[in-house]
Structures are given as structure tokens and as C-alpha cells.
């Protein structure tokens, strides 16, 4: 089974600064995928950002990235140039390859300062 | 637009009563979810489908059921609602494979 750890209930950034979300995940698969998900308040949860974990290359989304190592089972997501729309839960969730389940973490508050 | 649309966004209900919560989807997705969501907890998931009529259960199935009698449409049972099924819950779809999430507004659910 998978288990997810984000170490981080809260964070806080000021605007324009850089961010790094921590994530660290537990899978006995070889191949799956992780997600970054992100939920503004009394809003839908959207896809942030997504890598999957055959690739070494890191993903990148504009001004989202992530550092992903696959021995140390750590998926963390940095967020660069800060923006107050920015500010929300930030949900980590890795997939097995096969199968239909996501597991989510407990959520990282972010809040952006003007 | 693609769109999950979940019927009500916030509800009160009682003790012992049964509780429906709909969502339905317009993106013709195989896979639809049902997951609770509580502070310090993220998401649990209750219930998910990956075709009409058919269903698995998740990690928290207990006191729920579901229904999916259209592809479209996905819902969310209560038969007997206690005051720890208070919670928010989201319904999610998504095509096949390791696809994108896409997920509903969420309907917050107070059992008094």
C-alpha cells in the first residue's frame, strides 16, 4: 500500500520569494506516477503538475517545478516567483502504474504575504 | 469547458436519515470517485467506478454505498447518516490510464 507524507501542515511566502513544498512517499512499485494538486479556498481542486517516475528528467510548469528522487522516495514542488493567487492547499499524490487509486497527503497550507 | 458538477454544496441533515450527494461529469470519463476530505487527514477515498454499474471500494467504504446507473453520473449513498460522517466530500473523474483528476466543488455535509 502507499502511504504520503507532507511534513508541512503550513507554510508561508512572501511575494515574488520562492517556496519548496516537501513530499515523500512510500510504494513497493517500480513505475507509477506523482501528482501535485492544488486547492484554492472554497474552490475546485486543479492539477498543478505531474511526473512520472520512469522519467529522470523533473517536471516543469511555468513557474512550478519539481525535485523528484526516485531512490529517496521524495517528490517536492517549488514554486518560484511567488503570486498571491498561488495561495492554497497543495496536496502531493502518487499512483501506482496499474490500478485506479490516488493517495493523497494530509495537504500543506500556503499562504502568500503581500 | 470540462466540467463535474456536484448537486449541493453544503447540506444539513439528521441523525438517521439517508443522504444522497450526485455528481456528474460531461467529459464521458470511465472513472468516477467519491473521497472524503478532513483537516490533518487530506483525502480518503470511499468509493470509485471504472464502468456503468460496476464499483470498488476504497479505503474508508464503511456507511456508504454508491450508484452508477449512467456514465455520467456517480452517486454518493448514506443510508443512515451519523454525526462522523460530517465532512466534506469531493467526487472526481478521470479518463483511463494515469490521467488528470478532474474534480467537483466539493459538498459539505453537517450531520447534527
Known amino acids: 500500500a502507499q502511504t504520503v507524507t507532507q511534513s508541512q501542515p503550513e507554510m508561508s511566502v512572501q511575494e515574488a520569494e520562492t517556496v519548496t513544498l516537501s513530499c515523500t512517499y512510500d510504494?513497493?512499485?517500480?513505475?507509477?506516477?506523482l501528482f501535485w494538486y492544488k486547492q484554492p479556498p472554497s474552490r475546485q481542486m486543479i492539477l498543478v503538475i505531474r511526473q512520472e517516475a520512469y522519467k529522470q528528467q523533473n517536471a516543469t510548469e511555468n513557474r512550478f517545478s519539481v525535485n523528484f528522487q526516485k531512490a529517496a522516495k521524495s517528490f517536492s514542488l517549488k514554486i518560484s516567483d511567488s503570486q498571491l493567487g498561488d495561495a492554497a492547499m497543495y496536496f502531493c499524490?502518487?499512483?501506482?502504474?496499474?490500478?485506479?487509486?490516488?493517495?493523497f497527503g494530509a495537504g500543506t497550507i500556503l499562504r502568500v504575504k503581500s | 469547458d470540462v466540467k463535474v458538477t456536484q448537486s449541493s454544496r453544503y447540506l444539513v441533515k439528521r441523525t438517521g436519515e439517508k443522504v444522497f450527494l450526485e455528481c456528474v461529469q460531461d467529459m464521458d470519463h470511465e472513472n468516477m470517485f467519491w473521497y472524503r476530505q478532513d483537516p490533518g487527514l487530506g483525502l480518503r477515498l470511499i468509493y470509485f467506478?471504472?464502468?456503468?454499474?460496476?464499483?470498488e471500494k476504497g479505503d474508508i467504504p464503511e456507511g456508504y454505498s454508491v450508484s452508477r446507473e449512467k456514465k455520467e453520473r456517480f452517486s454518493l449513498i448514506l443510508e443512515s447518516a451519523s454525526t462522523n460522517q460530517t465532512s466534506m466530500y469531493l467526487c472526481a473523474s478521470r479518463a483511463g490510464g494515469a490521467g488528470e483528476l478532474f474534480f467537483g466543488e466539493g459538498s459539505r455535509l453537517t450531520v447534527l
Open positions: 467506478s471504472y464502468d456503468v454499474k460496476m464499483k
Open positions: 499524490a502518487p499512483k501506482g502504474e496499474y490500478g485506479n487509486k490516488l493517495v
Open positions: 510504494t513497493s512499485e517500480s513505475d507509477y506516477y
